[in-house]
């Protein structure tokens, strides 16, 4: 069982940078593929960007591709979410999550796999 609790959301102007994080409970953290999603309201849950159980692979959305970065500390039990250049059409409620499976699986831009989820955290980015 792993629990996830994220945190660092808030409201920014476009063009500004939040940070968020990912703190997981439980001491199989590093065993699992870690993702981060967004939800728009009347929009679809979206994927974000993965990383591999031991942090050296990454993977993102077209979406934020060359301005978000996510990586993760293993000593810590905690997923990162670097975003920079926001733009307003990056609102949304973000949630990490993890999953069990494989990285070459390429399953983890689907957000099915994925075996447990946080609660989520509401970025707001003002025009």
């Known amino acids: 069982q792993v629990q996830l609790v994220e945190s660092g959301g808030g409201l920014v102007q476009a063009g500004g940078s939040l940070r968020l994080s990912c703190a997981a409970s439980?001491?199989?953290?590093?065993?699992?593929?870690m993702g981060w999603f967004r939800q728009a309201p009347g929009k679809e849950r979206e994927f974000i960007a993965a990383?591999?159980?031991?942090?050296?692979?990454?993977y993102y959305g077209d979406a934020v591709k060359g301005r978000f970065t996510i990586s993760r500390d293993n000593a810590k039990n905690t997923v990162y979410l670097q975003m920079n250049s926001l733009k307003p059409e990056d609102t949304g409620v973000y949630y990490c999550?993890?999953?069990?499976?494989?990285?070459?699986?390429?399953?983890?831009?689907?957000?099915?796999?994925?075996?447990?989820w946080g609660q989520g955290t509401q970025v707001t980015v003002s025009s």
């Open positions: 439980g001491r199989t953290f590093s065993s699992y593929i």
């Open positions: 990383i591999s159980v031991s942090g050296s692979t990454t």
């Open positions: 999550a993890a999953d069990r499976g494989s990285w070459i699986w390429q399953t983890f831009t689907r957000s099915a796999p994925y075996d447990y």
